[in-house]
């Protein structure tokens, strides 16, 4: 949920804690392809990126691939 309403804070803390970012939900989506998907689609802006979803981009991608163990959502 912190993905999803681009709460930095809370999804840096999540992740300091040891938060799997490559947890996929229920419909087989990671973190970012949710969060990607959640702000392009419902939340159209000329194509531009929003800088929270930028920063929750490259912290989950970061956290996620200093921990992936053979794969990445």
Not at 28 to 54: A, Q
Not at 62 to 73: A, M
Request: proline share 4%; aromatic share 6%.
């Amino acid at each position: 949920m912190a993905v999803m309403i681009k709460h930095v804070k809370v999804v840096e803390l999540l992740l300091g804690v040891g938060a799997d970012p490559n947890t996929l939900d229920k419909g087989g989506r990671c973190p970012i392809s949710n969060l990607l998907w959640y702000h392009h689609t419902l939340t159209p802006n000329n194509g531009e990126v929003d800088d929270d979803v930028f920063i929750i981009c490259i912290m989950l991608t970061q956290v996620g691939e200093q921990r992936k163990d053979g794969g990445f959502c």
